[in-house]
């Protein structure tokens, strides 16, 4: 029998399974692929049936994925009965992230390409935007709510598009996916001073960048001596 096999792990597969049952008698011109006076049919390798989430199928190897390469409609002489197993070989697919600085700007490209099942661009810190007046919160799938992709310092964060394997994150989404950049006003401490004309008089206030900033003036009584 020979396995063309689909394997995820070391401990799963299935395969398609093929009876090497028929032989013919061997003679002197039929070259080396014989034992015990046999000769093995030579099979068309077969279009992938399986299916791998976040993969594309390549072509067949065997004995292992790094075995040697058969591809589709390729053939294959077994040399001897006991048959081989053919595995398949598997292409990460890629995806686009695009980043959208959502009022700020980027100074950086805007788009990358990103593998499924790999850690590339799990750290964005060279992609981080600025805004004047706001600090950045984080890269998410709306432009205002949505799911939070990254983190303010650029680090993918767990979830449906990142997932831990080990001590890093690899890409877990089977699609391309455009992100918005968060923003936070900033806070700001204004010290306001007007002055009597006998006294000078400051108010310490706190204001949202944007918003307008009320300031409370103390009503003081001008008395004088005579």
């Not at 390469?69 to 009965?81: D, F, I, K, M």
């Not at 394997?165 to 900033?186: F, I, P």
């Not at 001073?193 to 009503?219: C, H």
Request: hydrophobic content about 25%; glycine content about 12%; overall charge negative.
């Amino acid at each position: 029998t020979i396995n063309i096999s689909y394997s995820r792990s070391k401990s799963y597969y299935n395969q398609y399974n093929y009876d090497l049952s028929t032989r013919v008698e061997y003679g002197t011109s039929y070259g080396d692929n014989y034992e015990s006076g046999r000769r093995y049919p030579t099979l068309t390798l077969p279009s992938n049936g399986f299916t791998r989430t976040g993969y594309t199928f390549s072509t067949w190897a065997l004995g292992s994925a790094s075995g040697t390469r058969y591809a589709v409609n390729s053939t294959y002489t077994p040399t001897s009965g006991t048959g081989a197993t053919m595995y398949a070989v598997w292409d990460n697919n890629t995806y686009t992230l695009t980043f959208n600085a959502n009022g700020g700007q980027l100074t950086g490209d805007e788009t990358y390409t990103v593998k499924y099942d790999t850690g590339d661009y799990c750290f964005t810190q060279s992609i981080i935007p600025t805004r004047e007046g706001y600090a950045f919160a984080g890269w998410y799938t709306n432009a205002s709510g949505g799911e939070q992709v990254y983190d303010q310092s650029g680090i993918a964060v767990e979830g449906t598009y990142w997932v831990k394997n080990g001590n890093y994150y690899v890409w877990h989404y089977t699609g391309s996916v455009t992100l918005y950049a968060h923003w936070t006003a900033r806070t700001y401490n204004v010290t306001t001073g007007m002055s009597t004309g006998t006294e000078s008089i400051t108010v310490d206030s706190t204001g949202t960048y944007g918003q307008e900033l009320a300031i409370a003036w103390e009503a003081r009584a001008n008395t004088a001596q005579y």
